[in-house]
């Protein structure tokens, strides 16, 4: 388990000093995927690099399985390290080795004899996809290759935790989806731990179990992923999860008296249009006023904003849209 437990940090500028992590406490279990979100400066990676002591946090601790990082001579924090890897948005490969040099690498860093390390090291191209490039070099490979090379190399040393900051930032869209479905896989096959800083909704809500909101270097909410996209109770969360609510009455038919949100988590995709369906079958006439909707593995996720003419109507609208399971449906004020 890693512990984190009133972890703030502190930097000393020419400005004065600067809060990047309050009072941060968060619990991460064995073969978790955990992601940490927030925005643009919130401390995220400051927050990772603490995890792993690249960072020195100001006060707090840092334990994994109930070893106090803090207290670790630099010698024995290179050795934990080897349980502690790390994956970034720009892959950090060594441009003059090929693939397997790259894998290699930490390995030889290690000591392990060079014939097992190139036979880890193939194992692990192996098990990314990358078998067949052994011999390329990162310049040949597209992003998402790199990215998966980076992920073999780090984990050479059979680490228990893999750290991601803002691991799929610099991909497009699939190439993202295939590196968190990879991740996922690494996670159930390995039993790694995993722990994901993004500002990336998608990233989150497709691979994480578990989730905390980061804001100003401060912990706002934390939970199941689930739960705290489905009902976020913080201004940071509803933000994030939410983003159209700042623009709700821009959006709105003119004459709508009700405005619902529903949420959509997981829910089996229909072979007809929902809200087409509610206005065939009950005759319930609902205006879209926003969507943000995708479909996964044959689920459905995001949401939408429905705008209704009266109270009664959106009573009728709530009651058909709840029967659908992983549907959740909520009242919102205009």
């Known amino acids: 388990m890693i512990a984190l437990k009133n972890l703030s940090k502190?930097?000393?500028?020419?400005?004065?000093?600067?809060?990047?992590?309050?009072?941060?406490?968060?619990?991460?279990a064995d073969g978790d995927i955990f992601g940490i979100i927030g925005m643009s400066g919130a401390g995220k990676s400051t927050l990772v690099r603490c995890i792993n002591m690249l960072e020195r946090p100001t006060e707090g601790t840092v334990e994994i399985d109930g070893c106090d990082l803090g207290k670790l001579s630099e010698a024995e924090l290179r050795n934990v390290r080897r349980d502690i890897t790390m994956i970034f948005q720009g892959f950090n490969l060594l441009m003059q080795r090929n693939c397997l040099s790259n894998v290699c690498f930490p390995l030889k860093l290690a000591g392990v004899k060079k014939a097992e390390a190139q036979k880890r090291a193939m194992e692990l191209l192996e098990l990314v996809g990358l078998g067949d490039k052994a011999k390329a070099y990162p310049a040949q490979l597209s992003g998402g290759q790199q990215q998966r090379v980076a992920i073999a190399r780090a984990l050479a040393t059979n680490p228990k935790v893999l750290l991601c900051d803002e691991a799929t930032s610099a991909l497009d869209p699939n190439t993202t989806y295939s590196i968190l479905e990879l991740i996922r896989s690494i996670?159930?096959?390995?039993?790694?731990?995993?722990?994901?800083?993004?500002?990336?909704?998608?990233?989150?809500?497709?691979?994480?179990?578990?989730?905390?909101?980061?804001?100003?270097?401060?912990?706002?909410?934390?939970?199941?992923?689930?739960?705290?996209?489905?009902?976020?109770?913080?201004?940071?969360?509803?933000?994030?999860?939410?983003?159209?609510?700042?623009?709700?009455?821009?959006?709105?038919?003119?004459?709508?008296?009700?405005?619902?949100?529903?949420?959509?988590?997981?829910?089996?995709?229909?072979?007809?249009?929902?809200?087409?369906?509610?206005?065939?079958?009950e005759g319930i006439e609902a205006n879209i006023a926003y969507a943000s909707t995708r479909g996964i593995d044959g689920k459905a996720y995001g949401s939408m904003l429905l705008s209704l003419s009266d109270e009664e109507t959106a009573k009728r609208a709530v009651e058909y849209l709840t029967q659908t399971k992983d549907v959740i449906v909520q009242e919102v004020e205009i």
Not at 15 to 22: I, N, P, R, S
Not at 235 to 262: C, H, M, Y
Not at 264 to 273: I, T
């Open 187 to 281: 996670n159930e096959k390995l039993g790694i731990t995993v722990v994901i800083i993004t500002h990336q909704m998608n990233v989150v809500e497709n691979v994480c179990k578990h989730v905390a909101i980061l804001d100003d270097g401060v912990v706002v909410e934390q939970g199941e992923v689930g739960e705290v996209f489905s009902h976020p109770k913080s201004a940071a969360a509803k933000s994030l999860v939410f983003p159209e609510a700042e623009n709700i009455p821009s959006t709105i038919a003119d004459g709508a008296q009700k405005v619902i949100r529903v949420v959509f988590d997981g829910a089996v995709a229909a072979g007809k249009p929902m809200i087409a369906q509610m206005a065939i079958e």
């Open 10 to 28: 502190t930097y000393h500028t020419a400005d004065g000093e600067v809060e990047a992590l309050k009072n941060v406490s968060l619990e991460i």
